[in-house]
């Protein structure tokens, strides 16, 4: 059996026919290379794990080299698309089966998002990317309910659908997977919020339509069934579920070069070092490493000059042994590297381990400028430097290139540096001039490149018209003449006969004019030999199906030709591309990638014979990515790294070393950690050299590591000089506490809610760094605030970005966007004159800073301390720090780790760690400030000294009153005593501020003195530089001028004076017309003047009332002017009025004088009177300005005595009137508390008075105007110029009471509908989780039990005996969750408690004889149901536990145990729920109180069937109970039937009826499908804009009803509401 044995006993499925079992799918193969990368559906849809091979060589199916390419390649592939799997079979469920259980429970682990496909829209071909296809999605639901720059930047921060994420297009049974296409247009990163165009109409894009996105797709791996696959999809009419899976951070670029190098080393295994690499098993544990081969030649020696500090000669000789010491002493290199770097010159494959801060960058550049130095001698090539990310690439490159090498090429395009973009590859090749032998290649390869474009195009074109009906009308003709002849007749001979029908309804008419037959039909190969006339529908419908199945598989056959050949030329125009790409490199000193670039650009580097290749940071590399970067040409590979730093990330823990049941595998071991610590102690160990000398860290620093984990690392003499931290009494310590960490509360598309963060910590580093940077000595990055979790790092972020600018890592941001946290790409604050650096443990590797704040987060009585566990972490975490390192942590979480307790012994033992951190005042040294809080650093510390005061001189010679702060800050302190200054001019004194600019135009007032101006004016007490120049100051002086013509005078400002002719007169005209009244018009609009002449003179007709008084009462005629008519009796009303109110009944009638009858939280129903009030101010005796009924004003606002400037205010603003010139009589004034006064006709207009009262012309009001219609006031009426308050204005009480009343009921409507959706949601989750739970073992024991129970009489009674009975938490939360509604339900009745009381006080006062105007406010007309939602809401979590509870007595084997329900009140209270429905008119809460009957009563019917002996009594039931209830089942029935509204219950209706009728056990709507209704609700009563009520008191908004025409029905009822107009 071809079996590898495991561990000596278990057996091994070895991959593809070496299987026992045989191969797991069609993707199963012993051989690496015949893999496809991308899992096939055959592979999806396998339940067998794929080969894993293990870490243990001796353990492979293959030996050597090809056992460790085969393994990196499986392992690779599987932490990559191994998670995969999982997420793609669950959406192929989902699409299989929509409805299914599976999509409410089934979660994979992997994060993924899903996208509807509504349409594949076009198919198109580039030349870069080839073939690809355009898709419309469904908006996200998140991002649909944006607006649309909302939108735009949440698709841009989310980072969805980015270029090259790679995407699985899923149709059932059918997966394909694809790259997002450059050609995707996703929203500008660098848009600008202020400046955006509107996206044109129709624009394809994934962010301008809030309905659809839109996407393109390039194939990740062509196949010919993808592209017969995706044909199929572009010719299909037929609505298709489809959809479109990403897996965000999964980019095609990032994997799939790698693994295809990988299997192109396997092909040629031309790997070199391979045996050192995959030595022989049971060889040598050490070995010499021989020099590189091209050291080899005779005499051959480094010129080592350029290292020297004296520029004079230093060579070596491989052969020779090295002399460091010499080195060391002629160079700026210690001892440890400079034997590192001749080491590394004298072996073929050199390692050299780096711990923090010896300068491992440093070495590498060195070896670098050496092998440079040497180049041409030694014929070496470029020299290819790899990294695993960007950013310690450009670190490298940048560095090279300022210490002098210029010869640089940087492959990638994610390279953030400026100098590093001049030198890209991609740009120096668009500039370069072509040689004539890359003109002609590229000159024969573009040509027939886009040839193969254009007919790959003219396929897809013609692929979508009637192509198909054309080749299926030729393939008949070839193949069955016959059936040709009758299909198409002799008519198809002729041209003109085709032009009038496509060939498909040819064929359409044929099979239908078949005569349907009864029989079989027959054979094709005995059709094809009959009489085509002869067949039946059967057989032609048979025929017609195999011709279009045989053009259809032709199609796809010269579908793929086509792409084939396209992807030949593409290939070979990209060679042709690569070859100039080969030349440019070829001239490069130094080519850097990234391992990911470098395998992408595999094909080119192989041809380049590069002999050197450098790697830093190889600890972090995975060893895959190193040997696809070990060039066939390599003879010098040199590794720097730290296997006791960070390991390579990979993203399935299952793998990992970490991870006990990984490490089997351990992918996340190096390559370098492999060579230097092999797993076995028989395995062949390569000699390394090790970095000894730190120049970091202060010695108390580098102390935590040298006695942990580097026990020879020794310090550099000037890290002992360092300075203290400012501010702070000792350089190192621990702060302790023990404040609990929290989880991170997980995002709509978070999987696990892995993340913590830790409040305590945020506010304390918080304080902390605060303290540091106002101790004004660190410059722009000296301070880095590092976490090991994205969660805290989000928190921190949001916190310290308030008050500093804040440095965010690159990959921490990233990771961030990743894991949807809500981050903003740039942050540039700067309050305090300081940076930040801020980034997680991993992504701070290879940094420093002088101070490092430490945020460790994780605090719990477990000890679990997560991740930060490792000693990798550990020792990363505490080597970043150069003078300072502060860590805010629990010690005793951290203490289990065996690293931890020697760290935390050791800052025990010297005294650095506790529960209050020590500060210190940089004068005071010897205050003692200890902190233990946030807020002890404002009380402390308050200006990062202690509390005394400063005292120091400051610039200006006053004494420092601040409290006691760094000396860098003391020349940013404000003076604030007065300035002393004198100004020179005038010898006055500054009357700023001491630590302010002096004001330029002295402002001190000369009291008394008068200034002449130019124009004849003084201005009085003038200031001190307006004297210095009188003629620029204008004369607000009012000069009297009067008008000729008119002779009306006006005033004017003396420097605003105009020639006397151009004055426009404002004044009224004044004109006695015949009537006797003046004429109303103003002077400008009845004369016509020239040159001081009045020339034409035409006035108004007379507006004003009559004012003829009557006989018989003590009013004037009120009508307007009617002077050749009688005056008509009088129909004014009685003059008798209250503060309230004013008496409707006329003069002639017997008028009942009463108080107004409406409630004070009612609008008043009185008719305000429009006239002056008759009062007199006090003290100055003179008629109130205002109108009668309202408080008379002040004093100061009397038109006689005011001041100048209240005369001069406008108060019409109809004719722009000023006070001075109001007619108080005919308009009286409006005076609101604000001082805003106007005339009672303007503010009438500006408050719409119009649209609540009937008024005459002049303003006067005579009716309350209409009824009125409840939540319709859009908002509070407040003063037109300031808003203010116009509560105090009687006229006004109407309207602003009606606003008042309308906003309140809006507010508690939108507020108890808020609270019944959130119970709703709370409920259908814990329905949710009831029907996934286990059942216990301990369930079916309990019902085995003979025994009788009282279950109680109340509902809650029966929860808990429920609870009490299963003895298991399975009911608790949902127990705890019907105690919320309860409250919520009473906290709901006693906010809708003072609107049901207006509604009886309005009642009782419209009740009473006489009453004006029967008014009713809002409440009184709407039913809000906040108490009836909480009602439904309570007996469906009743209804939910017992049906659960029963159902599961009914699943149990033995039923021993009787049960008895009190269901007199639970019964009462679903008949008051059906009520109080029925009263407010609300169908769906009715229909749901009649099914919450009959559902009850079936449940416990159901308990009674289940007895041995059927016996209703014993349960609590008779026979009355459930005729009543098959009667309540009736009525719902009638309900669900005859109105819309409730048709969303007929599910469970009939599940009820089955109940009831048939004792089939309830199964009513799915949580999926409660959930859909659910979100339907939820949308209602929360649109803006109008807000109307049906005749049934039921409020809606404009986006709640279904039309706004004629038809709008109401959501509740299906009342008709009228046309709406929002």
Same mark, same amino acid.
């Given at each position: 059996?071809?079996?590898a044995?495991?561990?000596?006993?278990?057996?091994?499925?070895?991959?593809?026919?070496?299987?026992a079992?045989?191969?797991?799918?069609?993707?199963?193969?012993e051989?690496?290379?015949?893999?496809?990368?991308?899992?096939?559906?055959?592979?999806?849809?396998?339940?067998?794990?794929?080969?894993?091979?293990?870490y243990?060589?001796?353990?492979?199916?293959?030996?050597?080299?090809?056992?460790?390419?085969?393994?990196?390649f499986?392992?690779?592939?599987?932490d990559?698309?191994?998670?995969?799997?999982?997420?793609?079979?669950?959406?192929?469920?989902?699409?299989?089966d929509?409805?299914?259980?599976?999509?409410?429970?089934?979660?994979s682990n992997?994060?993924?998002?899903?996208?509807?496909?509504?349409?594949?829209?076009?198919?198109?071909?580039?030349?870069?990317?080839?073939?690809?296809?355009?898709l419309?999605l469904?908006?996200?639901?998140?991002a649909?309910?944006?607006?649309t720059e909302?939108?735009?930047?949440?698709?841009r921060?989310?980072?969805?659908?980015?270029?090259?994420?790679?995407?699985?297009?899923?149709?059932?049974?059918?997966?394909?997977?694809?790259?997002?296409?450059?050609?995707?247009?996703?929203?500008?990163?660098?848009?600008?919020?202020?400046?955006?165009?509107r996206?044109?109409?129709?624009?394809?894009?994934l962010h301008?339509?809030?309905?659809?996105?839109?996407?393109?797709?390039?194939?990740?791996?062509?196949?010919?069934?993808?592209?017969?696959?995706?044909?199929?999809?572009?010719?299909s009419?037929?609505?298709?579920?489809?959809s479109?899976?990403?897996?965000?951070?999964?980019?095609?670029?990032?994997?799939?070069?790698?693994?295809?190098a990988l299997?192109?080393?396997?092909?040629?295994?031309?790997?070199?070092?391979?045996?050192?690499?995959?030595?022989?098993?049971?060889?040598?544990?050490q070995?010499?490493?021989?020099?590189?081969?091209?050291?080899t030649?005779p005499?051959?020696?480094?010129?080592?000059?350029?290292?020297t500090?004296?520029?004079?000669n230093?060579?070596?000789?491989?052969?020779?042994?090295?002399?460091?010491?010499?080195?060391?002493i002629?160079?700026?290199?210690?001892?440890?590297?400079?034997?590192?770097?001749?080491?590394t010159?004298?072996?073929g494959?050199?390692?050299?381990?780096?711990?923090?801060?010896?300068?491992?960058?440093?070495?590498?550049?060195?070896?670098?400028k050496?092998?440079?130095?040497?180049?041409?001698?030694?014929?070496?090539?470029?020299?290819?430097?790899?990294?695993?990310?960007?950013?310690?690439l450009?670190?490298?490159?940048?560095?090279?290139?300022?210490?002098?090498?210029?010869?640089?090429?940087?492959?990638?395009?994610?390279?953030?540096?400026?100098?590093l973009?001049?030198?890209?590859?991609?740009?120096?090749?668009?500039?370069?001039?072509?040689?004539?032998?890359?003109?002609?290649?590229?000159?024969?390869?573009?040509?027939?490149?886009?040839?193969?474009?254009k007919?790959?195009?003219?396929?897809?074109? !013609?692929?979508?018209t009637?192509?198909i009906?054309?080749r299926?009308?030729?393939?008949?003709k070839?193949?069955?003449?016959?059936?040709?002849?009758?299909?198409?007749?002799?008519?198809?001979? !002729?041209?003109?006969?085709?032009?009038?029908?496509?060939e498909d309804?040819?064929?359409?008419?044929?099979?239908?004019?078949?005569?349907?037959?009864?029989?079989?039909?027959r054979?094709?190969?005995?059709?094809?030999?009959?009489?085509?006339?002869?067949?039946?529908?059967?057989?032609?419908?048979l025929?017609?199906?195999?011709?279009?199945?045989?053009?259809?598989?032709?199609?796809?056959?010269?579908?793929?030709?086509?792409?084939?050949?396209?992807?030949a030329a593409?290939?070979?125009?990209?060679?042709?591309?690569?070859?100039?790409?080969?030349?440019?490199?070829?001239?490069?000193?130094?080519?850097?990638?990234?391992?990911?670039?470098?395998?992408?650009?595999?094909?080119?580097?192989?041809?380049?014979?590069?002999?050197?290749?450098?790697?830093e940071?190889?600890?972090e590399?995975?060893?895959s990515?190193?040997?696809?970067?070990?060039?066939?040409?390599?003879?010098?590979?040199?590794?720097?790294?730290?296997?006791?730093?960070l390991?390579?990330?990979?993203?399935?823990?299952e793998l990992?070393?970490?991870?006990?049941r990984?490490?089997?595998?351990?992918?996340?071991?190096?390559?370098?950690?492999?060579?230097?610590?092999?797993?076995?102690?028989?395995?062949?160990r390569?000699p390394?050299?090790?970095?000894e000398?730190?120049?970091?860290?202060?010695?108390?620093?580098?102390n935590?590591?040298?006695?942990?984990l580097?026990?020879?690392?020794?310090?550099?003499?000037?890290?002992?000089?360092?300075p203290?931290?400012?501010?702070?009494?000792?350089?190192?310590?621990? /702060?302790?506490?023990e404040?609990?960490?929290?989880?991170?509360?997980?995002?709509?598309?978070?999987?696990?809610?892995?993340?913590?963060?830790?409040?305590?910590?945020?506010?304390?580093?918080?304080?902390?760094?605060?303290?540091?940077?106002?101790?004004?000595?660190?410059?722009?990055?000296?301070?880095?605030?590092?976490?090991?979790?994205?969660?805290?790092?989000?928190?921190?972020?949001?916190?310290?970005?308030?008050?500093?600018?804040?440095?965010?890592?690159?990959?921490?941001l990233?990771?961030?966007?990743?894991?949807d946290?809500?981050?903003?790409?740039?942050?540039h604050?700067q309050?305090?004159?300081?940076?930040?650096?801020?980034?997680t443990?991993?992504n701070?590797?290879?940094?420093?800073?002088?101070?490092?704040?430490?945020?460790?987060?994780?605090?719990?009585l477990?000890?679990?301390?997560?991740?930060m566990?490792t000693?990798?972490?550990?020792?990363?975490?505490?080597?970043?720090?150069?003078?300072?390192m502060?860590?805010?942590?629990?010690?005793t979480?951290?203490?289990?780790?065996?690293?931890?307790?020697e760290?935390i012994?050791m800052?025990?033992?010297?005294?650095?760690?506790?529960?209050?951190l020590?500060?210190?005042?940089?004068?005071?040294?010897d205050a003692?400030?200890?902190?233990?809080?946030?807020?002890? /650093?404002?009380?402390?510390?308050?200006?990062?000294?202690?509390?005394?005061?400063?005292?120091?001189?400051?610039?200006?010679?006053?004494?420092?009153?601040?409290?006691?702060?760094a000396?860098?800050?003391?020349?940013?302190?404000k003076?604030?005593?007065? &300035?002393?200054?004198?100004?020179?001019?005038c010898g006055h004194?500054c009357?700023?501020?001491?630590?302010?600019?002096?004001?330029e135009?002295?402002?001190?007032v000369l009291?008394?003195?008068?200034?002449?101006?130019?124009c004849?004016?003084?201005?009085?007490?003038?200031?001190?530089?307006?004297?210095?120049?009188?003629?620029?100051?204008?004369?607000?002086?009012?000069?009297?001028?009067?008008i000729?013509?008119?002779?009306?005078?006006?005033?004017?400002?003396?420097?605003?004076?105009?020639?006397?002719?151009?004055?426009?007169?404002?004044?009224?005209?004044?004109?006695?017309?015949p009537?006797?009244?003046q004429?109303?018009?103003?002077?400008?609009?009845?004369?016509?003047?020239?040159?001081g002449?009045v020339?034409?003179?035409?006035?108004?007709?007379?507006i004003?009332?009559?004012?003829?008084?009557?006989?018989?009462?003590?009013?004037v005629?009120?009508?307007?002017?009617?002077?050749?008519?009688?005056?008509?009796?009088?129909?004014?009303?009685?003059?008798?009025?209250?503060?309230h109110?004013?008496?409707?009944?006329?003069c002639?009638?017997?008028?009942?004088h009463?108080?107004?009858?409406?409630?004070?939280?009612?609008?008043c129903?009185?008719?305000?009177?429009?006239?002056?009030?008759?009062?007199?101010?006090?003290?100055?005796?003179h !008629?109130?300005?205002?109108?009668?009924?309202?408080?008379?004003?002040?004093?100061r606002y009397?038109?006689?005595?005011a001041?100048?400037?209240?005369?001069?205010t406008?108060?019409d603003?109809?004719?722009?009137?000023?006070?001075?010139?109001?007619?108080?009589?005919?308009?009286?004034?409006? /005076?609101p508390?604000?001082?805003?006064?106007?005339?009672?006709?303007?503010?009438?207009?500006?408050?719409?008075?119009?649209?609540?009262?009937e008024?005459?012309?002049d303003?006067?009001?005579?009716?309350?105007?209409?009824?009125?219609?409840?939540?319709?006031?859009?908002?509070?009426?407040?003063?037109p110029?300031?808003?203010?308050?116009l509560?105090?204005?009687?006229?006004?009480?109407?309207?602003?009471?009606?606003?008042?009343?309308?906003?309140?009921?809006?507010r508690?409507?939108?507020?108890?509908?808020?609270?019944?959706?959130?119970?709703?949601?709370?409920?259908?989750?814990?329905?949710?989780?009831?029907?996934?739970?286990?059942?216990?073992?301990?369930?079916?024991?309990?019902f085995n039990?003979?025994?009788?129970?009282?279950?109680?009489?109340?509902?809650?009674d029966?929860?808990?005996?429920?609870?009490?009975?299963?003895?298991?938490d399975?009911?608790?939360r949902?127990?705890?969750?019907?105690?919320?509604i309860?409250?919520?339900?009473?906290?709901?009745?006693?906010?809708?408690?003072?609107?049901?009381?207006?509604?009886?006080?309005?009642?009782?006062a419209?009740?009473?004889?006489?009453?004006?105007?029967?008014?009713?406010?809002?409440?009184?007309?709407?039913?809000?149901?906040?108490?009836l939602?909480?009602?439904?809401?309570?007996?469906? &979590?009743?209804l939910?536990v017992?049906?659960?509870?029963?159902?599961?007595?009914?699943?149990a084997?033995?039923?021993?145990?009787?049960m008895?329900?009190?269901?007199?009140?639970?019964?009462?209270?679903?008949?008051?729920?059906?009520?109080l429905?029925q009263?407010?008119?609300?169908?769906?809460q009715e229909?749901e109180?009649?099914?919450?009957?009959?559902?009850?009563?079936?449940?416990?019917?159901?308990?009674a069937?289940?007895?041995?002996?059927?016996?209703?009594?014993?349960?609590?039931?008779?026979?009355a109970?459930?005729?009543?209830?098959?009667?309540?089942?009736?009525?719902?029935?009638?309900?669900?039937?005859?109105?819309?509204?409730?048709?969303h219950?007929?599910?469970?209706?009939?599940?009820?009826?089955?109940?009831?009728?048939?004792?089939v056990?309830?199964?009513?709507?799915?949580?999926?499908?409660?959930?859909?209704?659910h979100?339907?609700?939820a949308?209602?009563?929360?649109?803006?804009?109008?807000?109307?009520?049906?005749?049934?008191?039921?409020?809606?908004?404009?986006?709640?009803?279904?039309?706004?025409?004629?038809?709008?029905?109401?959501?509740?009822?299906?009342?008709?509401?009228?046309?709406?107009?929002?």
């Amino acid at each position: 059996m071809a079996m590898a044995p495991l561990k000596g006993w278990i057996p091994q499925d070895l991959p593809g026919s070496l299987s026992a079992y045989g191969p797991r799918h069609d993707n199963d193969f012993e051989d690496i290379s015949k893999i496809r990368i991308l899992p096939t559906m055959s592979e999806l849809m396998s339940t067998r794990q794929d080969y894993r091979p293990l870490y243990d060589p001796s353990q492979l199916h293959l030996p050597g080299i090809r056992g460790l390419i085969d393994r990196h390649f499986r392992l690779l592939r599987e932490d990559t698309v191994g998670p995969l799997k999982e997420g793609i079979c669950e959406e192929l469920r989902i699409l299989e089966d929509p409805r299914g259980e599976h999509t409410s429970y089934l979660q994979s682990n992997v994060r993924k998002y899903s996208y509807s496909v509504v349409d594949i829209v076009d198919t198109t071909c580039k030349r870069r990317s080839g073939l690809e296809f355009h898709l419309k999605l469904k908006q996200p639901e998140l991002a649909s309910r944006l607006s649309t720059e909302a939108r735009e930047d949440w698709w841009r921060i989310s980072k969805r659908l980015e270029i090259g994420a790679l995407v699985c297009f899923l149709e059932r049974d059918t997966a394909v997977f694809f790259a997002v296409s450059d050609s995707t247009i996703r929203p500008k990163i660098d848009s600008n919020k202020g400046n955006r165009d509107r996206p044109p109409f129709g624009k394809r894009d994934l962010h301008s339509n809030a309905s659809f996105a839109y996407v393109s797709l390039s194939l990740a791996e062509p196949s010919d069934t993808d592209l017969r696959v995706m044909l199929r999809a572009i010719r299909s009419k037929n609505p298709t579920p489809r959809s479109l899976i990403e897996f965000p951070g999964v980019l095609v670029p990032s994997f799939k070069p790698a693994l295809s190098a990988l299997q192109h080393i396997s092909r040629t295994l031309d790997l070199p070092f391979t045996n050192l690499l995959a030595p022989v098993l049971d060889g040598p544990i050490q070995v010499t490493i021989p020099p590189p081969l091209y050291t080899t030649k005779p005499k051959f020696a480094f010129d080592l000059k350029c290292l020297t500090s004296d520029g004079g000669n230093f060579t070596f000789r491989p052969k020779n042994d090295p002399n460091p010491r010499d080195l060391s002493i002629r160079s700026s290199l210690d001892e440890g590297q400079s034997r590192a770097l001749l080491n590394t010159l004298k072996r073929g494959l050199a390692l050299i381990q780096g711990p923090p801060g010896t300068g491992k960058s440093y070495t590498g550049e060195a070896i670098i400028k050496v092998l440079l130095a040497n180049k041409y001698k030694a014929e070496i090539g470029p020299i290819v430097c790899v990294c695993r990310t960007n950013h310690a690439l450009d670190q490298l490159l940048e560095n090279l290139w300022h210490d002098g090498v210029k010869k640089i090429i940087r492959i990638g395009s994610r390279s953030e540096s400026l100098i590093l973009q001049q030198v890209n590859l991609r740009k120096i090749a668009q500039d370069v001039e072509r040689t004539r032998s890359e003109k002609k290649t590229l000159g024969k390869s573009g040509p027939a490149l886009e040839n193969a474009e254009k007919a790959l195009k003219a396929f897809i074109t !013609q692929i979508r018209t009637s192509m198909i009906s054309q080749r299926e009308k030729e393939h008949v003709k070839d193949t069955a003449m016959l059936c040709y002849k009758a299909i198409f007749g002799t008519e198809q001979d !002729q041209w003109t006969a085709s032009i009038h029908r496509d060939e498909d309804a040819y064929f359409r008419r044929w099979v239908n004019e078949g005569v349907v037959s009864n029989s079989a039909p027959r054979e094709i190969r005995i059709l094809m030999k009959q009489d085509p006339t002869t067949f039946s529908r059967q057989e032609r419908s048979l025929l017609r199906e195999m011709w279009a199945s045989a053009v259809i598989s032709d199609l796809e056959d010269e579908f793929i030709s086509l792409h084939r050949s396209h992807w030949a030329a593409k290939k070979r125009h990209e060679m042709g591309i690569g070859e100039v790409d080969l030349r440019i490199l070829g001239h490069a000193d130094v080519i850097g990638a990234t391992t990911a670039g470098l395998a992408k650009n595999l094909t080119t580097l192989r041809n380049l014979r590069a002999k050197v290749l450098l790697c830093e940071e190889a600890g972090e590399v995975l060893e895959s990515h190193i040997l696809t970067s070990l060039l066939p040409s390599v003879e010098h590979a040199i590794l720097i790294g730290d296997h006791l730093q960070l390991r390579p990330h990979i993203d399935n823990y299952e793998l990992s070393i970490a991870n006990p049941r990984g490490e089997k595998y351990s992918l996340d071991v190096s390559l370098f950690e492999r060579l230097v610590k092999p797993p076995r102690p028989t395995d062949l160990r390569l000699p390394f050299d090790m970095l000894e000398v730190q120049r970091r860290m202060h010695p108390s620093i580098s102390n935590l590591i040298r006695s942990t984990l580097y026990n020879d690392l020794k310090d550099f003499k000037e890290v002992g000089g360092y300075p203290e931290v400012a501010g702070m009494r000792k350089r190192l310590y621990w /702060f302790h506490h023990e404040y609990p960490e929290s989880r991170t509360i997980p995002s709509q598309n978070q999987v696990a809610d892995t993340s913590r963060t830790n409040k305590f910590e945020v506010d304390m580093v918080c304080a902390f760094v605060s303290h540091l940077v106002r101790q004004g000595v660190y410059n722009h990055n000296d301070i880095a605030v590092i976490t090991p979790y994205l969660g805290q790092l989000h928190k921190l972020r949001q916190r310290l970005q308030e008050s500093f600018e804040v440095v965010v890592e690159d990959q921490d941001l990233m990771d961030s966007q990743d894991e949807d946290f809500d981050v903003t790409p740039n942050i540039h604050r700067q309050e305090l004159g300081s940076c930040l650096r801020l980034a997680t443990v991993d992504n701070f590797q290879g940094e420093e800073a002088k101070v490092v704040v430490i945020s460790l987060v994780r605090s719990n009585l477990d000890q679990q301390c997560g991740f930060m566990q490792t000693t990798n972490r550990i020792n990363v975490l505490l080597s970043r720090a150069k003078h300072g390192m502060y860590i805010f942590g629990n010690s005793t979480t951290y203490g289990g780790v065996d690293m931890w307790s020697e760290v935390i012994s050791m800052l025990k033992k010297n005294g650095n760690i506790g529960t209050s951190l020590p500060l210190q005042c940089p004068r005071h040294k010897d205050a003692l400030i200890e902190v233990s809080g946030p807020e002890d /650093f404002a009380r402390l510390s308050p200006e990062a000294g202690c509390n005394a005061q400063c005292l120091q001189v400051l610039e200006c010679g006053h004494a420092c009153l601040s409290k006691c702060h760094a000396a860098p800050l003391h020349m940013t302190i404000k003076c604030h005593q007065r &300035c002393s200054l004198i100004k020179k001019i005038c010898g006055h004194g500054c009357p700023n501020r001491c630590g302010e600019p002096c004001e330029e135009n002295c402002s001190t007032v000369l009291e008394g003195k008068k200034l002449f101006l130019p124009c004849g004016h003084f201005l009085t007490s003038p200031r001190c530089w307006q004297t210095l120049v009188p003629g620029e100051i204008e004369c607000r002086q009012r000069i009297k001028i009067t008008i000729p013509g008119c002779n009306h005078s006006v005033e004017l400002p003396c420097q605003g004076y105009v020639a006397v002719n151009d004055i426009i007169c404002r004044a009224r005209c004044g004109h006695f017309l015949p009537c006797g009244h003046q004429c109303p018009g103003s002077c400008k609009t009845c004369i016509v003047r020239e040159g001081g002449r009045v020339v034409k003179e035409e006035h108004r007709d007379c507006i004003s009332i009559c004012g003829r008084s009557y006989g018989t009462c003590s009013h004037v005629c009120e009508r307007p002017c009617h002077p050749n008519e009688e005056c008509p009796p009088c129909d004014m009303d009685c003059d008798v009025q209250c503060k309230h109110t004013k008496c409707r009944k006329t003069c002639s009638e017997r008028c009942p004088h009463s108080r107004c009858t409406m409630p004070c939280a009612a609008p008043c129903n009185w008719i305000p009177c429009s006239k002056r009030c008759k009062k007199v101010l006090q003290p100055c005796g003179h !008629q109130c300005p205002s109108l009668c009924g309202e408080i008379c004003p002040d004093a100061r606002y009397c038109q006689t005595c005011a001041s100048e400037d209240i005369k001069r205010t406008v108060v019409d603003t109809i004719e722009v009137r000023e006070y001075r010139d109001i007619d108080l009589d005919t308009d009286p004034c409006i /005076f609101p508390k604000c001082g805003h006064i106007m005339t009672a006709l303007s503010m009438d207009c500006k408050l719409g008075m119009s649209d609540y009262y009937e008024s005459l012309d002049d303003g006067t009001v005579i009716a309350i105007k209409g009824p009125y219609e409840p939540l319709t006031s859009a908002t509070i009426k407040a003063c037109p110029k300031c808003r203010g308050s116009l509560r105090n204005i009687s006229r006004y009480g109407r309207l602003v009471r009606q606003a008042l009343l309308d906003e309140s009921t809006r507010r508690f409507i939108r507020w108890s509908h808020a609270q019944f959706i959130m119970l709703e949601r709370r409920l259908l989750d814990e329905q949710q989780q009831l029907e996934h739970s286990k059942n216990s073992e301990q369930l079916p024991k309990l019902f085995n039990k003979v025994d009788k129970r009282e279950m109680g009489v109340f509902q809650i009674d029966h929860m808990l005996a429920i609870h009490k009975s299963i003895n298991n938490d399975r009911y608790k939360r949902i127990i705890a969750l019907y105690f919320d509604i309860f409250l919520c339900m009473d906290r709901v009745r006693g906010e809708e408690r003072p609107y049901k009381l207006l509604f009886d006080l309005v009642e009782q006062a419209n009740s009473v004889e006489g009453a004006i105007g029967q008014f009713e406010p809002g409440p009184s007309r709407v039913h809000t149901r906040g108490e009836l939602l909480s009602q439904v809401t309570l007996f469906r &979590c009743y209804l939910m536990v017992l049906s659960d509870f029963l159902k599961l007595r009914n699943d149990a084997p033995k039923r021993c145990t009787t049960m008895h329900f009190g269901l007199e009140k639970p019964i009462e209270d679903c008949e008051l729920l059906i009520k109080l429905a029925q009263t407010t008119g609300y169908i769906v809460q009715e229909a749901e109180g009649h099914i919450f009957f009959a559902r009850l009563v079936g449940l416990i019917k159901q308990l009674a069937n289940s007895e041995e002996h059927f016996d209703l009594k014993v349960v609590g039931l008779c026979d009355a109970t459930i005729a009543k209830a098959k009667d309540h089942y009736s009525q719902a029935q009638a309900l669900v039937r005859d109105y819309q509204p409730a048709t969303h219950l007929q599910k469970e209706l009939d599940a009820v009826g089955k109940m009831l009728n048939h004792g089939v056990f309830y199964t009513g709507m799915s949580v999926q499908e409660q959930r859909a209704i659910h979100r339907e609700m939820a949308k209602k009563l929360t649109g803006i804009g109008y807000w109307g009520t049906c005749a049934h008191g039921h409020p809606f908004t404009v986006a709640d009803v279904n039309s706004l025409g004629e038809d709008a029905k109401c959501p509740e009822c299906g009342a008709n509401v009228g046309k709406i107009h929002p």
